[in-house]
């Protein structure tokens, strides 16, 4: 397994790995930070993005990162490129540490269309 993007979930215990719709909700938190974040460095790649961090309060060691993420810590809101409220608190819902708490696909799309200066376009 790839802990890119994993949910804390999925870091615990690699035999009884259950990929769902929450893990891949937490997966869309992950990779809508890291676009929203273009400053990020080219090898954070490379490692999980939950670490993603050469700004990392975590640091480089990715066994201690993964610990963190476990705790239910993740990284900081960055203050550039500028993060707007609805987007900073979709991605926190969507990194819940419980996976019950974090919303559907459906519930995403439908928060998104409706931010602030969105269409506003129902998809169908």
Request: one cysteine or more.
């Amino acid at each position: 397994m790839s802990k890119n993007f994993a949910a804390p979930e999925l870091l615990y215990d690699e035999d009884g790995i259950r990929y769902t719709e929450k893990t891949d909700i937490y997966a869309f938190g992950c990779l809508y930070y890291e676009v929203r974040n273009p400053s990020v460095e080219p090898q954070s790649r490379y490692l999980c993005v939950q670490i993603h961090f050469n700004s990392l309060p975590f640091g480089s060691n990715t066994f201690y990162a993964v610990q963190q993420v476990k705790e239910g810590k993740r990284p900081p809101r960055k203050p550039n490129p500028p993060l707007g409220d609805e987007a900073w608190n979709l991605i926190g819902r969507c990194w819940d540490q419980d996976p019950g708490r974090r919303p559907t696909i459906d519930e995403v799309v439908e928060i998104m269309i409706f931010w602030p200066g969105s269409s506003g376009v129902e998809l169908d």
